[in-house]
């Protein structure tokens, strides 16, 4: 009969982090490896995303993998989860994810290339038209800033969904930064595209309150890049390790 593996709670877990050469230990679906051995979790931080020391259940779930490669590590114990750890997901997400499991994937990484982009260039051919009076640069970021603002709605669905599966709808800084600067974001899009349609000649003759549309306008490019650079600082953090 083999031996009872030891129950490790998340406290108890977390000194097996890898460093001043202690043991790296994960969690995963209420298993405890041991990957001390493995080349890519050296100093207990893997993809200078994943720390050692903590339950990667949710953050596997996430990953360009399937959690088969951690069955190639010697399983030293069992994690013992506690009874409340973050908010329950909403019903009518379980309904998606049962219906279209496809959505376990996560869509947000895709549909948030698409605003990037829109509010990117909006700016930019908004710029170009100014300097060279080419109306067609003018026509183009019209057209750019109406997918803006269709696509930043499902970003941020999709977003929404992504930090509830991915990371338990924790209060993380970083998420209420992108939250309210997407909120801004979509307002002064919103805002551009219904005055624009309004007026087909708004920068013909630039004067006057012509001027807040072109602040408004310029204002997208820092404000995505900012939203941009948080995303990629969740996903791949350049600090390493967990808030």
Known sequence: MSARLKEYTAEELKPFNGEDGRPIYVAHGGKVYDLT???????????????????????????PHTAQL???????????????????IPLFLKVALEAFPFLKRHPHPMTVHFPLVCHIFTSLFTFLYLTSGVQAFETTAFVLLGAGVLFTIVAGVTGLMTWWLNYMAAPMTPVRIKMALTVLMFLCSLICFIWRALEPDLLVELAGADFIYVGLAFSLFPMVSLVGYLGAELTFPTHGGRE
Not at 81 to 88: D, Q
């Open 70 to 88: 951690l069955e190639k590590f010697p399983v030293v114990g069992v994690f013992k989860k506690a009874a409340a750890e973050g908010p329950k």
């Open 37 to 63: 051995e493995s080349r890519r979790w050296k100093k207990g931080l893997h993809m200078n995303r994943h720390s050692a020391g903590y339950d990667l259940t949710q953050d596997i779930a996430a990953a």
